[in-house]
């Protein structure tokens, strides 16, 4: 791709050594982290489910970009919807009013349980969503224990970070007191396999000899994410629900990834154990690429917080609601729910067939688009395969996929694409990580 004029009369270098060496030489180290090629991979430009590079190529995205692209890149009436409302008032800050954020509070609240008054505050990001949400619990409950759990991630702030039960994401700097974590029922890799009840009992025993027996809340990803796409198995969020609560503490449930139709059978994953949460953390896909957040709490929870100010400079941006609006409709419209349900059953069927033909491959997983595939060794040890996942990540990229390296040993490919991809992007999928997996025969 060449160089262009921007309107403001600067210009965009597109080169190669360009964008890797401003990003090397402006960004800070904290920015430059999170690169996960060998070779940097620079985007153009995107269309539904597919992405192509500064060169031109196309690539499946099995990514979203990291979950944000819930309806599909640059989707023509979430785009028309922001720019209407851009040209009018690109933002308004929530101390004025604004007809947009009010109306995506009221239908965020029709998408939850009925029989409760839901409301809705608006934040930029998933992590700063996650920080109220736990202020939230603190000031209703009036007590300061926080039980998440281990492998959960909830954002790299203070607050979402000391929640964060992966070592990689937790950095040596002191963080929040009072948080406590519990075994995650992992059936893969847990210590108690598929046994519900004792992720139960070890939930009673974290609440009975790490905090004081009240606590403020029990925060929870019904699907974690970037932890390995690690389903709560039925009925353990109800258990582990009904234990907090005795306890004193709110049911926080964070949908940032697993939200808006993703897993196809509900469209919020909590519904699937029958639970109804005290507050739900929504992000990622509800903006489609706007910067967009929400914590969305039964309305008694979040009224003992109105004595204080809570500021977030660009929540309820009425652009990035515009498009969070447009969202809705478009997964109601387009039938994305359904679709990520069907084209999702495929998808995982495929990687289990791969993982008939690849030994590397230890557990194959998910629930609607959110899949993955663990690497191992060994799969009688079950050691975890870091290299093969990181050599068989890099050649998915070369076979024309964008995936995920995740896990807490970074031995889980992830794939969580836009919810537009179609069947017929299935065979080239499974024929690509095909492809990919021979690499390490070689």
Request: hydrophobic share 40%.
């Amino acid at each position: 791709m060449t160089e262009h004029t921007a309107t403001d009369g600067g210009r965009t270098d597109w080169s190669t050594e360009g964008v890797v060496g401003r990003r090397n030489r402006y960004y800070a180290a904290t920015q430059r982290k999170f690169a996960p090629y060998q070779t940097p991979l620079i985007i153009a430009r995107g269309e539904g489910q597919y992405l192509w590079d500064e060169e031109g190529n196309r690539l499946t995205d099995l990514l979203a970009m990291n979950l944000c692209i819930s309806v599909g890149h640059a989707h023509p009436k979430v785009n028309q919807a922001a720019r209407e409302q851009a040209d009018q008032l690109p933002h308004c800050t929530t101390m004025f009013y604004h007809p947009v954020p009010a109306h995506l509070a009221e239908e965020l609240a029709a998408t939850m349980p009925p029989g409760h008054e839901w409301v809705a505050h608006f934040t930029n990001s998933g992590a700063e969503a996650i920080d109220l949400a736990l202020m939230m619990a603190r000031t209703y409950s009036g007590n300061s224990d926080i039980i998440a759990l281990q492998g959960g991630y909830h954002g790299p702030t203070y607050g979402a970070q000391s929640v964060t039960g992966i070592s990689a994401m937790r950095h040596d700097v002191g963080l929040l007191g009072g948080v406590h974590f519990a075994p995650a029922p992992n059936a893969y890799r847990g210590a108690h396999g598929d046994d519900v009840g004792a992720y139960l009992l070890g939930l009673d025993e974290t609440i009975f000899y790490a905090t004081t027996g009240k606590l403020a809340g029990m925060i929870i990803e019904p699907v974690q994410g970037y932890g390995g796409i690690i389903a709560m198995p039925d009925g353990y969020m109800s258990g582990a629900f009904e234990r907090v609560r005795a306890a004193g503490g709110l049911a926080i449930v964070d949908e940032v990834q697993s939200g808006f139709g993703r897993t196809g059978d509900h469209f919020w994953a909590f519904e699937r154990d029958g639970v109804v949460p005290d507050i739900v953390v929504m992000a990622k896909g509800i903006g489609n690429g706007y910067p967009l957040a929400a914590v969305v709490a039964r309305r008694e929870i979040a009224e003992p917080m109105e004595e204080k100010i809570v500021f977030h400079t660009y929540g309820s941006n009425p652009m990035s609601c515009a498009a969070g609006r447009a969202v809705l409709q478009v997964i109601e419209s387009e039938g994305l729910q359904e679709n990520a349900r069907t084209v999702g059953a495929k998808l995982l069927q495929g990687l289990h067939d791969l993982q008939q033909k690849h030994p590397v491959i230890g557990d194959v997983r998910g629930r609607g688009l959110m899949t993955a595939i663990e690497l191992v060794r060994d799969r009688g040890t079950k050691e975890p395969g870091t290299e093969e996942t990181a050599a068989v990540f890099e050649q998915t990229r070369r076979e024309g996929l964008v995936v995920s390296k995740s896990g807490p040993s970074r031995s889980v490919l992830r794939m969580v694409p836009p919810l537009c991809l179609q069947m017929e992007d299935v065979d080239h999928v499974i024929d690509a990580l095909d492809r990919s997996f021979r690499v390490l025969e070689n």
